[in-house]
Nanobody, 122 residues
């Protein structure tokens, strides 16, 4: 059974930090994991991705310098360290895994978690 489970969401004040984690199980081989987010009333958007084989990371411009994605391939986990959080970072954050294709395109990710809420107060 394919399963991605996110951990670590919560409420934090602006300027604070949170660390999200995602554990994957039951997946066939996959080459990248990513985080997307969806704020109320907005489309889901790409946040960050990491290529498992090379460790290459990609970030959306709005999180560069503030968020860091990392992975533990042996444990099939991916983490997102979020620093200097802003109220506009408030969203449901989703973990996803893919086998190929453009790293920032949601359509290339067949495996998704259910999401974890991150709320940043001003």
């Amino acid at each position: 059974q394919v399963q991605l489970v996110e951990f670590g969401g919560g409420l934090v004040q602006a300027g604070g930090s949170l660390r999200l984690s995602c554990a994957a199980s039951g997946l066939p081989w996959f080459d990248a994991m990513a985080w997307f987010r969806q704020a109320p009333g907005k489309e889901r958007e790409f946040v960050a991705a990491i290529i498992r084989t090379t460790g290459t990371t990609y970030y959306a411009d709005f999180v560069k310098g503030r968020f860091t994605i990392s992975s533990d391939n042996a444990k099939n986990t991916v983490a997102l360290q979020m620093n200097s959080l802003k109220p506009e970072d408030t969203a449901v954050y989703y973990c996803a895994a893919r086998q190929s294709g453009l790293y920032s395109s949601q359509s290339n990710y067949p495996y998704w978690g259910e999401g974890t809420q991150v709320t940043v107060s001003s």
